[in-house]
């Protein structure tokens, strides 16, 4: 009988059979981390030593209709990437496998993992995209972060050779694991189901907390707003085949349910022109941006990763809720500053429109081509054609932001980080896909808006 350690003080017993299994498993689909969730030591490698190297067949039986579309999928990306031909990782990024996609709703920012976007294994370097998923995830991993998994597509012709696993385990330390909130697996095979139980009884609980099932696509909405995510077809056309074969009883709802009228009070997901008559103030600033700021200005500015971190979605929820029906928030009862800053991005996510609207969002895609001479000057034309409560709420915003940024030594919020926070909360595309690939334009000239704040709002 064999013992492996799960928590200080504690083993759990495994049969030589089961321990069997587990090996064979562990080196076919489901990374899983031995170091946090085995409780060994810092280094990997012993454990590591120990992956055998399995056959193929020991991987889930592939969907004929799956690999048939394999090269139809891939072809249909073309090359689009949102980094320039020149880059090194150019030919990685161009296939769209890991996306960035704005915040969930709980203020967390959220990668995305593609498989069905994998090419076949010859087609991709492999050891590259790991190094591509390392800078896209350098990026976050000091903030709190979701990882988002498409599951469907992966099949025997495109899945990752057994030596890019192990470099995974080697390459990811605790650095990417720490501020992981959440891991959602969209829809899992039986396969990843099984793997799961049989990890159970010596995944850390922690861990294992963080691993969500998500068997529809509807259901993400309780996660994330589906409309900032580029979903790829192949899945949209899974989960609709699903969702087809269940009785009409217990299919889930759509992805998007229609839009309700407002509620009276409602402050969430209503357009600012209808805030200014909801307690807005005469400048038309909307009242969850004057009290959530009002309250971080006194207590939050010194408060190290302020916007970095998630809060308790439950709370979240309830805040929202008051709002919504009208009721009075104390903020300085809840005392709690992250929570409070995820309420401000929620808010600012959750506009019908963006802050800085969609008529300018070309010209701000395109702000890089600026002389910067003439960049304070540029943008002070372009904010003249915001309506008169988007101005004063970005005039708001900004000058708070620019009052964190002033106490950066402490908070560690730079303007630089702050636009990285606040980039897409601020613009967004009407199309998902046109804001995936501007993402680092749209952070760009939300740093430089923070940079020339003197210049462009005080004359």
């Not at 490698?45 to 592939?62: H, M, R």
């Not at 990811?172 to 501020?179: A, E, G, H, T, V």
Request: glycine content about 4%.
């Amino acid at each position: 009988m064999l013992r492996f350690p799960r928590n200080a003080g504690e083993s759990v017993t495994i049969c030589p059979e089961l321990e069997t299994r587990r090996r064979t498993i562990m080196s076919s689909d489901l990374l899983v981390d031995l170091h946090d969730d085995l409780g060994g030591d810092d280094s990997p490698s012993a454990a590591l030593d120990q992956l055998k190297l399995v056959q193929d067949k020991q991987w889930p039986p592939d969907d004929p209709v799956s690999l048939s579309k394999s090269a139809s999928d891939i072809k249909s990306l073309g090359d689009t990437s949102h980094l320039p031909w020149d880059d090194p990782f150019y030919d990685i990024a161009r296939h769209q496998i890991v996306e960035v996609a704005g915040d969930d709703n709980f203020g967390r920012k959220v990668i995305v993992f593609n498989a069905c976007r994998m090419p076949p294994q010859h087609q991709l370097d492999h050891h590259k995209l790991l190094m591509y998923l390392k800078q896209t995830l350098d990026k976050y991993v000091e903030s709190d972060y979701t990882l988002i998994y498409f599951h469907h597509g992966l099949t025997s012709e495109n899945k990752p050779s057994l030596s890019w696993l192990r470099d995974a385990y080697r390459e990811f330390d605790r650095k990417y694991k720490k501020n992981i909130k959440a891991l959602y697996i969209v829809h899992p095979t039986m396969f990843i189901r099984t793997i799961l139980i049989l990890f159970k009884p010596i995944i850390s609980f922690k861990f294992g907390r963080k691993i969500n099932y998500i068997n529809y696509l509807s259901e993400l909405e309780e996660i994330v707003k589906c409309d900032q995510l580029v979903i790829p077809n192949r899945v949209r056309e899974y989960d609709d085949k699903i969702r087809l074969s269940l009785k009409p009883s217990v299919v889930p709802g759509p992805i998007s349910p229609p839009r309700s009228p407002p509620l009276p009070f409602q402050q969430f997901g209503v357009p600012l022109s209808a805030l200014r008559h909801r307690a807005a103030d005469s400048e038309g600033i909307p009242l969850v941006m004057r009290e959530s700021i009002g309250f971080l200005q006194e207590n939050g500015l010194k408060t190290e990763g302020i916007f970095r971190r998630s809060a308790n979605v439950s709370l979240v929820k309830e805040v929202k809720q008051k709002y919504n029906s009208g009721e009075e928030v104390s903020f300085s009862q809840l005392d709690d500053v992250h929570l409070t800053a995820v309420i401000l991005k929620m808010f600012l996510r959750e506009l019908p429109e963006p802050l800085l609207t969609y008529q300018l969002y070309n010209d701000i895609v395109n702000f890089h081509n600026v002389d910067t001479e003439s960049q304070a000057e540029r943008i002070r034309n372009m904010l003249t054609s915001l309506p008169e409560e988007n101005y004063a709420s970005l005039r708001f915003l900004i000058q708070f932001l620019a009052q964190v940024s002033a106490e950066s030594e402490v908070n560690k919020m730079t303007n630089a980080n702050l636009a990285v926070v606040f980039g897409p909360n601020l613009l967004w595309g009407q199309d998902a896909s046109m804001t995936l690939s501007a993402i680092g334009p749209i952070n760009n000239f939300t740093r430089i808006l923070l940079d020339l704040y003197q210049e462009v709002f005080i004359q």
